[in-house]
T-cell receptor
Framework: AQTVTQSQPEMSVQEAETVTLSCTYD???????LFWYKQPPSRQMILVIR??????QNATENRFSVNFQKAAKSFSLKISDSQLGDAAMYFC????????????FGTGTSLTVIP | DTEVTQTPKHLVMGMTNKKSLKCEQH?????MYWYKQKAKKPPELMFV???????INESVPSRFSPECPNSSLLNLHLHALQPEDSALYLC?????????????FGPGTRLTVT
């Protein structure tokens, strides 16, 4: 089974600064997708950014970008110009393109934004 | 409209009760999911419905019984639950059950079993 590892249970960042959340994964598949989901306290989980494994270019969504290192099986999330609303639990997730059914989630990183 | 709604928001039930959780979406999605999430843990997949048919049951105890009456609605029937079943139950939907289609999550139902 695939595994997803988030080695930082908690992170903090000053407002307006940049923070990087790390994620590594283990797979033998070639067709897969990687995701970062954000879950604010008592609010629903939303997709932050997605990366297709076959794409070499790193995905970006406004202030959010990823550093996808396929050979190293690393998928980190960079949040620029951090805002108070970025405070949340962030989950890295893997999903196979072959079977398509199961998300494999990391254990999450709780991000605190300091005013 | 990218909204998945879930009712109730909170539910407290005894171990002998029967209750149901409801999930609804009007995005025309044909895949719907139930997840269980314990505090400070990632969601765990319970069930997947694809075109109103149960396609995945991740070894969930029979005290949880899913139902998909139509393409917009997903229920989770609960009976004889245990205290360890207390958790946040999340519903999600996707256009189809494929990795390249985004899953949209509902806000969840926080269940407490006493």
């Amino acid at each position: 089974a695939q595994t997803v590892t988030q080695s930082q249970p908690e992170m903090s960042v000053q407002e307006a600064e940049t923070v990087t959340l790390s994620c590594t994964y283990d797979t033998s598949e070639s067709d897969y997708y990687l995701f970062w989901y954000k879950q604010p306290p008592s609010r629903q989980m939303i997709l932050v950014i997605r990366q297709e494994a076959y794409k070499q270019q790193n995905a970006t969504e406004n202030r959010f970008s990823v550093n996808f290192q396929k050979a190293a099986k690393s998928f980190s999330l960079k949040i620029s110009d951090s805002q108070l609303g970025d405070a949340a639990m962030y989950f890295c997730a893997y999903r196979s393109g072959d079977t398509g059914n199961q998300f494999y989630f990391g254990t999450g990183t709780s991000l605190t934004v300091i005013p | 409209d990218t909204e998945v709604t879930q009712t109730p928001k909170h539910l407290v039930m005894g171990m002998t009760n029967k209750k149901s959780l409801k999930c609804e979406q009007h995005m025309g999605h044909r895949a719907m999911y139930w997840y269980k999430q314990k505090a400070k843990k990632p969601p765990e997949l319970m069930f997947v419905y694809s075109y109103e048919k149960l396609s995945i049951n991740e070894s969930v105890p029979s005290r949880f019984s899913p139902e998909c009456p139509n393409s917009s609605l997903l229920n989770l029937h609960l009976h004889a639950l245990q205290p360890e079943d207390s958790a946040l139950y999340l519903c999600a939907s996707s256009q189809v059950d494929r990795a390249d289609y985004e899953q949209y999550f509902g806000p969840g139902t926080r269940l407490t079993v006493t």
